[in-house]
Structures are given as structure tokens and as C-alpha cells.
């Protein structure tokens, strides 16, 4: 068996995959330190989860897992991983979509110029299908196919529903449009229902994960920590074994405009822009940021019983880490601190994205009794 095949022989190896999402945490390293820090039935915090890596990495591992998402993108992703519909309801879902996307079919042609050159008009149809049809914030069925359709909105053609592109980004609409037609790229002619259906079909090929009752919520953590006792069954003051979490870098990239496209699919606005409110930009001013890691971190201290671990992954340059140490031993002056060196090896993601500037790599921080 090849290592491709091996990665993939389990429902729960071919779920955690869902969602090409920017900085997340790689599944075995998620793996590994929940194994390390916690016990079965443990509660696992992740006030700033991403796609619900950890999350989830916690509900196939027997433990419960509880995290906060801002991103509705992400929060579809790990929402999906956590509690997936069966696969005839979706496949089901995706073909009443289909059936009713003729219906806009002048939608498709009032659509900004990006969506001509990035999308077939059967596929464009479908799409505005999808948004409006699916209730993706509270029925299984909607979220899981909406999750499935953001993993295939874009990304290498003829392996996404789009023109060429990156997966994990979304490109400047002008940018694209240059580009494409430096190259001569027209939409590629795509059956969307038969697309679907066999990256589907592979998903729920080993069936579904096995999972220990868990929940990502959308929004604000520094909003929803202090709710979580009331909202939430399984987390009370002082019940939680590990805060296992990776902020947003200051300064690095803005996770909403990065995912302009798909937040488009989940209703947004057909552009890209940036200036979507509190903590939605590219935490670039150091009051907020400063701001924005201390409230998070002193609510979730609230939550965390007396020999909790603390695992924070953060990036290395200086003021992301020295205000991120500054902050955790303020909040648990009673803890250990140790710390592991993450270098880089080879270009990051952001050297995709056009900074091609050497990056210092990435450090964690272990807060332990």
C-alpha cells in the first residue's frame, strides 16, 4: 500500500482532509499532541479553530472537542467533519440543486465579469443554485454538501468546478482575469452533478467517522468563551484539559478576503474586499491584536482546570511572539513554559501568495502545571 493510499484508508482520514483552508494545523501534529496532553473523554478547547482540525482530531480520538470559528468558511468545514449527513441525502441535495439552477440562469449572466471567465454557465447556474438553496448554518444535509462544494469551488482545473486556480487562496478577480487570458483559459465544460457526485462518492467511500460528541461554533471567541458553560453541555468552569489553539499572525494575511470567493458562495458579496468588521482584516494594528489574544486567552482561563496544558502555536517573528509570551504568562503565571522551534523548510504558503520575504518559521508554546 502506497503512503497516498495508507493516508486515506479510514473514514476518518478521508473526512479530515475536508477544506483547503490557509494556515491550518497538519492533521498528525493535531493528532499527536491530543494524544500526548489529554485522555479519553478529556474536553479540548480551540478558541481560534480554523477548519476544526483540532476539533475534530479530539472527536475521532475519544475526547470532546470544542471550538470557536469567525470564518463561516471554516466553520462550514468543521461542521461537516463533526457531524456529516448520510451520503444518499446528499447526493440527493446536490441533484435538487441542480434540477432547480435553471432558474437562474439571468443571475448568471448579471454576474460580475470574474465569474464568466471563471465559471461554465451550467456550472454558474448550479452555483447560485447552491447559495440560495442550501441552509448551510443549521441543517446536516446543507452544511455537508456546502462544505463539499467549497473543498471543489476552485482550484486546479479539471479538478475543481472553476478555470484554473489555487485551492487554498482566492485569487484577485482581476488578477485571474489577466491571467487567464495571458493563457488563452476559458471555463472549463463541466457537469456539475457528475463532478460532484464522484468527489462525493469518494468521501463516503470508507463511510462515516466515528465521533465523540463535539461542536465548532461561528463567531467571535472573545464573544462566545464567556458562553460556552451556558451553551454548551459538555464544557463547565474549570472542565477543560487542553487549550490547544493557533491565533491569526498579526500582520500576515486577512483569512476573509483570502476566501472572498468561497464566503461569495456561502451568500457574501460577488467582489473581493477586505474591510469586513472586527478581527475580519489582517490584524495589523498592534493595540487590537494585543487586544484581541488577551481577551481570548484570559476567558478561556476560566475554563481550563488547574492542570490543564496549554499548547499555542504562533508565528516566530518578533512582535507576534514576544506579545503572545507576554500575554500567556500574564493569564498563567503559575505554569511551565517550554517551547519547539518549527523552521520553515522550503517556500510557506505565503510565498504563493507573493512575499517572497524569508520567514523566521513558527514556534510552540507548551504551558504545562
Known amino acids: 500500500m502506497t503512503n497516498v493510499a495508507r493516508r486515506y484508508n479510514t473514514a476518518e482520514s478521508r473526512w479530515a482532509g475536508v477544506g483547503p483552508y490557509y494556515a491550518m494545523f497538519p492533521v498528525e501534529f493535531a493528532d499527536s499532541i491530543i494524544r500526548k496532553f489529554t485522555d479519553p473523554n478529556d474536553i479540548v478547547l480551540d478558541p481560534f479553530a480554523g477548519r476544526?482540525?483540532?476539533?475534530?482530531?479530539?472527536?475521532?480520538?475519544?475526547?470532546?472537542?470544542?471550538?470557536?470559528?469567525?470564518?463561516?468558511?471554516?466553520?462550514?468545514?468543521?461542521?461537516?467533519?463533526?457531524?456529516?449527513?448520510?451520503?444518499?441525502?446528499?447526493?440527493?441535495?446536490?441533484?435538487?440543486?441542480?434540477?432547480?439552477?435553471?432558474m437562474y440562469s439571468k443571475e448568471a449572466e448579471n454576474l460580475p465579469v470574474f465569474f464568466k471567465h471563471c465559471f461554465s454557465p451550467i456550472v454558474r447556474e448550479f452555483l447560485l443554485s447552491a447559495r440560495s438553496q442550501l441552509g448551510w448554518s443549521t441543517q446536516s444535509v446543507d452544511w455537508t454538501a456546502m462544505a463539499l462544494l467549497l473543498v471543489y469551488l476552485h482550484g486546479k482545473r479539471g479538478a475543481s468546478l472553476s478555470n484554473q486556480m489555487m485551492q487554498t487562496?482566492?485569487?484577485?478577480?482581476?488578477?485571474?482575469?489577466?491571467?487567464?487570458?495571458?493563457?488563452?483559459?476559458?471555463?472549463?465544460?463541466?457537469?456539475?452533478?457528475?463532478?460532484?457526485?464522484k468527489r462525493i462518492g469518494w468521501r463516503y467511500a470508507k463511510g462515516l467517522p466515528t465521533i465523540c460528541a463535539s461542536e465548532i461554533y461561528l463567531g467571535d471567541c472573545t464573544e462566545l468563551i464567556s458562553q460556552l458553560p451556558i451553551s454548551n453541555s459538555f464544557i463547565d468552569v474549570e472542565s477543560v484539559s487542553l487549550l490547544f489553539t493557533s491565533p491569526p499572525y498579526y500582520g500576515v494575511t486577512n483569512y476573509h478576503y483570502d476566501q472572498w470567493l468561497r464566503l461569495w458562495l456561502l451568500g457574501d458579496l460577488p467582489i473581493a474586499y477586505s474591510g469586513r468588521g472586527r478581527y475580519r482584516g489582517k490584524f495589523g494594528n498592534r493595540e487590537e491584536y494585543r487586544n484581541l489574544l488577551y481577551r481570548a486567552f484570559s476567558q478561556s482561563s476560566e475554563l481550563l482546570k488547574g492542570d490543564a496544558v496549554v499548547y499555542v502555536r504562533t508565528d516566530r517573528r518578533e512582535f507576534t511572539y514576544q506579545v503572545t509570551i507576554q500575554i500567556l504568562e500574564e493569564i498563567f503565571p503559575g505554569k511551565k513554559r517550554s517551547m519547539i522551534g518549527r523552521p520553515y523548510h522550503g517556500n510557506t504558503q505565503t510565498h504563493l501568495f507573493g512575499d517572497h520575504t524569508s520567514k523566521p518559521g513558527e514556534i510552540d508554546l507548551i504551558l504545562e502545571p
Open 52 to 102: 476544526g482540525t483540532a476539533v475534530y482530531s479530539a472527536a475521532i480520538q475519544g475526547r470532546i472537542g470544542v471550538g470557536i470559528e469567525l470564518n463561516p468558511v471554516g466553520w462550514v468545514y468543521g461542521q461537516a467533519k463533526l457531524s456529516p449527513a448520510k451520503y444518499e441525502d446528499v447526493i440527493a441535495r446536490i441533484e435538487d440543486i441542480a434540477e432547480m439552477a435553471p
Open 169 to 197: 487562496k482566492s485569487m484577485s478577480p482581476q488578477y485571474a482575469i489577466d491571467w487567464w487570458e495571458a493563457r488563452d483559459l476559458t471555463p472549463p465544460d463541466i457537469d456539475p452533478v457528475e463532478f460532484m457526485r
